[in-house]
Nanobody, 119 residues
Framework: QVQLVESGGGLVQPGGSLRLSCAAS????????MGWYRQAPGKQRELVAR???????NYADSVKGRFTISRDNAKNTVYLQMNSLKPEDTAVYYC?????????????WGQGTQVTVSS
């Protein structure tokens, strides 16, 4: 069974840092793009950052210069380093990935991890 499992969320004070991890497991042949999305209460889910299979990255304007996405292909894992966190970064963060299982590419979501930025 293919799944994405996130970790690293929690409560942090404004200005603090957190590092999210997302590991893909199961019968995966290869992984294409991976990314992080977030959804705050009462708002739509939005893209935070995405990294292609070749390492090209793109970020939401609201997190540029503060967040960094990276991946470890040997571990099937994507990371999101979040620095200078603000209260408006509070949301459930979801991992997303395009996984090739056997010969079929499908899009998968993790279960989400809560990030709360508050003093």
């Amino acid at each position: 069974q293919v799944q994405l499992v996130e970790s690293g969320g929690g409560l942090v004070q404004p200005g603090g840092s957190l590092r999210l991890s997302c590991a893909a497991s199961g019968s995966i042949f290869s992984i294409n793009a991976m990314g992080w999305y977030r959804q705050a209460p009462g708002k739509q889910r939005e893209l935070v950052a995405r990294i292609s299979g070749g390492g090209r990255t793109n970020y939401a304007d609201s997190v540029k210069g503060r967040f960094t996405i990276s991946r470890d292909n040997a571990k099937n894992t994507v990371y999101l380093q979040m620095n200078s966190l603000k209260p408006e970064d509070t949301a459930v963060y979801y991992c997303n990935a395009d996984l090739v299982v056997v010969t079929t590419s499908k899009n998968y979501w993790g279960q989400g991890t809560q990030v709360t930025v508050s003093s």
